[in-house]
Structure formats: C-alpha cells, structure tokens
C-alpha cells in the first residue's frame, strides 16, 4: 500500500497552517489520513485519487486515533474525480 509523498503530505499540512484539519480541534497535525482508505480495492478503482491532496487530511493522534474520522465523499464523486485525475495525465 502507498503513503502518501513527503511533499504532498507537507503543502497539505501548511495549508491547514500545520493544525488538526478536524472542526474545532486546534492541535497542531501529526498525522496524515486517507479520507478514503487507502485498501487495495480502492486502489483498483481511484488509484490516482487515492494518493492526490484532495484525500489527504492532517489530523492530530487524538482525532486520528480516538474520535470520529472525515467522512469520505460518495462514489460517484470519487468516480468524477478520478476520471478528471486521468485527463491531466
């Protein structure tokens, strides 16, 4: 399975100014998280999606690990969003 890359991870951090992107936490990100989870399935259908910006949310341990995760968009949105991925290819 694939983590995301170094820099993908920090402009994403930076443009949550390093916080948990979490409603009303403030802790400063530790964490990356797939909105959606990175599984081999998904992989199979949203592969480039899987590991773009728009996936990826910085989260603090405690909301990563403890409290309720971002709800990850529905499949057909994921399915325009991967088709527009290919077209830039």
Same mark, same amino acid.
Request: hydrophobic share 35%.
């Given at each position: 399975m694939n983590a995301f890359r170094q820099e993908i991870k920090s402009a994403v951090k930076s443009a949550f100014a390093g916080r948990c992107s979490n409603? +009303? #936490? $403030? !802790?400063? =990100?530790?964490? =990356?998280?797939?909105a959606v989870p990175n599984t081999k399935a998904n992989q199979s259908r949203w592969r480039l999606y899987l590991q773009s &910006?728009? !996936? @990826?949310?910085? $989260? #603090?341990?405690?909301?990563?690990? +403890? /409290?309720?995760? &971002?709800? /990850?968009? !529905? =499949?057909? @949105?994921?399915?325009?969003?991967?088709?527009? @991925?290919?077209?830039?290819?």
């Open positions: 409603d +009303n #936490c $403030l !802790n400063m =990100a530790t964490e =990356a998280h797939h &910006p728009m !996936n @990826l949310r910085p $989260l #603090c341990y405690d909301c990563h690990h +403890n /409290k309720p995760l &971002p709800k /990850k968009p !529905n =499949a057909m @949105l994921l399915d325009i969003y991967e088709r527009w @991925l290919e077209s830039l290819k």
